[in-house]
């Protein structure tokens, strides 16, 4: 609890102009601040110096910096021993606002009065170190691996490197070339496995365990304890933090029924068709002569929801290198290709140009039946989708460009003691569930990074790439557990939840929502804390219908003491009042671009940023509500099939709990109507007037909460 509160005003970047300071300065001695000052220029040198002799003079253990929007400045106005509470009165109330008018008079003063009130029980967490090891383990040991494994022991650590097979390489021990390089592409860069292979092999901070796999992992992120069964029986391991690079496995061609593999020996896969040219002679099976027509079938089973909805990536270059082999073996050689679209990116589209150029036939077509024929070869029906017409080809061997299938993480991978599983959480296609664009590495379990292919479909070079940036995460997750910071997407918080376990009732509300496995729980169900999994979204926070878990700067009764400070006018006055809760990380985002770019928002809308909507507590509806706020509108992530929350199911958890809310909110004669979810994603700040209007006017319609009496 901060006991000596300073409130800062910055007069600069048109807030001087747009309100008046000075009753800002007047509402913040209301709020019985220890000390008010204002300055022209917070963020400038001299602003800054202000502020740190202020801190100094008064011995402050808090200060509320009125000026510009949390998402800038964040170093500039961090001071050591002292917590920091932003209130936004230039994106907030400035460039949202008609200057000199009442409303953003009233606005700019409950931004005030809300930050002092969050100040009121919050304190600058110090953080809780965790010992670290300086060990990463790699679980894979193909070209995402090995450059996993070498940049991770580059960077001083000692890598464990656990494959499978008795070998090192891979998938790629399997291909006769790599392409593009192996194409002479100039401007190609890579990979050379061999060097790879040789760089692990003479690493000294590389151990490389051959035939094992990982039969458990149990602990936590900088304290990981790894049993590896192999040939030579058990062993224990530590590690810190887990790069899981495990591979990839092609589609079972027998489920694509219509496409006829398994019916006869002359309709292989594309992996098939590899190994016959690494063997030195492409040979159809059936009788081992010389193919004089192949036929290849793309997206056999990709971007197809009965099969693989996603590209598989690789499925036409793969091809496109396969007209070359066979060119090269017999240039008389009939090559046709039936796709649903040809996709090379990058240098692949060289490749694309040279096989036009020796005479590949492309056909747009929609591959209807193979009919493997008893004499050998095969009967293919498509329909030509360009012409509209028919299409029927007899050929030598047809080859099925099969897609990708990652290594399933339900296939004794990892082998995690969490109490949400062994393995790590799936998404459509079965690849690791996270934020996946913003985040591509991270998975759903702290410090355990996913890379190469069993991430998504990707070619060796960008394998090389992603095994690289897979074991930079997982450095980086060393450096802050050691500092004892979070990770992502609150990179640097020092904070971690606090649970009066006193208190607790059971109920494991909070160890089944929590979207990280950050909380196992003993045999009577009570919480049990892994600070190092925690990645302080405030799931747990918004789960507890007890109030028994807060964060030092983030709290229940924090984030309510910001709702009772606003001043509420009566009914009379027909100045409505919204209380909006903003995700940081989408939504606060958002609003801050519509005040960038000009857009007038709504000036009875008073906004708290909280971490994510699941850290949303239902109390706080009743804390809004008592005060006569007229509607509550929360403003999160988008959720759903494509989902984009930074902490997995935030929003739609709080969608949930408001339904639950609603339904209280009727039985008491209170329209639930005066609560609403809006799904805001970060480029939504074009529609963010009309959403707030919009909810306005129909609060106009319900007429004033009864509870402004």
Same mark, same amino acid.
Request: glycine content about 2%.
């Given at each position: 609890m901060a006991e000596k509160i300073g409130c800062f005003v910055c007069t600069g970047c048109t807030i001087g102009e747009a309100m008046d300071c000075d009753k800002l300065v007047a509402v913040a001695g !209301? %709020? $019985?601040a220890a000390v008010v000052e204002q300055h022209p220029a917070l963020c400038q040198p001299e602003g800054v110096e202000m502020l740190r002799r202020a801190i100094a003079e008064h011995e402050l253990d808090a200060v509320v910096v009125a000026a510009c929007s949390a998402r800038v400045h964040g170093d500039t106005f961090d001071f050591e021993d002292v917590y920091t509470e932003r209130a936004s009165l230039r994106e907030g109330v400035a460039w949202t606002q008609p200057a000199g008018e009442e409303d953003t008079q009233m606005l700019a003063e409950d931004v005030v009065r809300m930050g002092i009130g969050r100040c009121r029980f919050a304190a600058r967490p110090t953080g809780t170190p965790a010992p670290v090891q300086d060990r990463v383990l790699v679980i894979g040991g193909g070209v995402t691996g090995l450059s996993a494994a070498l940049a991770a022991a580059a960077a001083g650590k000692q890598v464990d490197l656990v494959e499978r097979e008795q070998q090192l390489g891979g998938f790629a021990n399997k291909l006769h070339k790599i392409f593009p390089r192996d194409a002479e592409v100039a401007a190609y860069p890579g990979p050379d496995v061999d060097s790879l292979l040789a760089r692990v092999a003479e690493h000294d901070n590389i151990t490389v365990h051959l035939g094992a796999t990982v039969t458990r992992i149990s602990g936590a992120p900088g304290a990981f304890e790894v049993t590896v069964g192999g040939d030579g029986g058990e062993q224990s391991l530590a590690s810190d933090a887990v790069v899981v690079a495990a591979g990839w496995q092609p589609y079972d061609a027998a489920k694509i029924e219509h496409l006829g593999y398994g019916r006869g020996p002359d309709v292989i896969t594309n992996v098939e068709f590899e190994q016959l040219a690494k063997q030195g002679k492409i040979a159809r099976p059936s009788d081992g002569?010389?193919? !004089?027509?192949?036929? +290849?079938? $793309?997206c056999a089973g990709s971007r197809d929801p009965q099969h693989l909805p996603y590209c598989s990536n690789l499925c036409c270059p793969a091809t496109l290198k396969h007209i070359t082999y066979l060119k090269e073996q017999s240039p008389e050689t009939v090559c046709y290709v039936l796709y649903k679209d040809i996709r090379a990116p990058g240098h692949y589209e060289q490749i694309f140009e040279q096989v036009q150029r020796q005479g590949a036939i492309f056909v747009k077509a929609d591959v209807e039946r193979v009919e493997p024929q008893q004499a050998g070869g095969a009967s293919v029906s498509a329909q030509d989708l360009l012409l509209g017409e028919p299409l029927q080809v007899e050929v030598d061997l047809v080859v099925l460009a099969i897609g990708m299938v990652p290594v399933t993480l339900d296939s004794d991978v990892l082998n995690l003691t969490y109490r949400q599983g062994p393995e790590l959480p799936e998404r459509e296609g079965g690849f690791p569930n996270s934020h996946f664009i913003c985040f591509p590495y991270e998975t759903q379990r702290t410090a355990i990074y996913a890379a190469g292919a069993v991430r998504t479909p990707m070619d060796l070079a960008t394998c090389?790439?992603?095994g690289t940036g897979a074991a930079a995460? *997982?450095?980086q997750a060393i450096e802050f557990m050691r500092q004892g910071a979070a990770c992502h997407p609150r990179v640097g918080d020092l904070s971690l939840p606090d649970f009066h376990l006193q208190r607790c009732t059971q109920c494991k509300r909070c160890t089944e929502e929590c979207p990280f496995g950050a909380l196992d729980e003993d045999a009577k169900g009570t919480p049990q804390p892994n600070p190092t999994r925690c990645r302080r979204?405030?799931?747990?926070m918004g #789960?507890?219908?007890?109030?028994?878990?807060? +964060?030092?700067?983030?709290?229940? $009764?924090m984030i309510s003491e910001g709702i009772k400070s606003i001043f509420v006018p009566d009914e009379f006055e027909e100045k409505p009042r919204v209380l909006a809760?903003?995700?940081?990380?989408?939504? %606060? *985002? #958002?609003?801050? %671009?519509a005040a960038m770019n000009g857009l007038q928002l709504n000036p009875y809308v008073r906004v708290i940023p909280v971490r994510c909507l699941g850290s949303f507590n239902i109390i706080w509806v009743a804390d809004a509500l008592s005060r006569g706020i007229d509607g509550i509108m929360l403003m999160g992530c988008r959720f759903g099939d494509d989902y984009q929350c930074h902490f997995i199911k935030g929003s739609e958890l709080a969608n949930t709990r408001l339904k639950n809310v609603g339904d209280t909110l009727d039985r008491l004669m209170l329209e639930s109507e005066r609560l609403r979810l809006e799904q805001v994603a970060i480029n939504d700040w074009r529609r963010l007037p009309q959403m707030f209007d919009d909810f306005l006017a129909r609060l106009d319609e319900l007429g004033p909460n009864p509870y402004k009496e």
């Open positions: !209301e %709020m $019985q002569k010389v193919p !004089e027509s192949v036929l +290849f079938v $793309q090389v790439d992603d995460k *997982a450095l979204c405030g799931v747990c #789960a507890c219908p007890e109030r028994i878990v807060s +964060f030092e700067n983030y709290s229940v $009764q809760f903003a995700c940081e990380n989408d939504a %606060m *985002a #958002a609003l801050d %671009m």
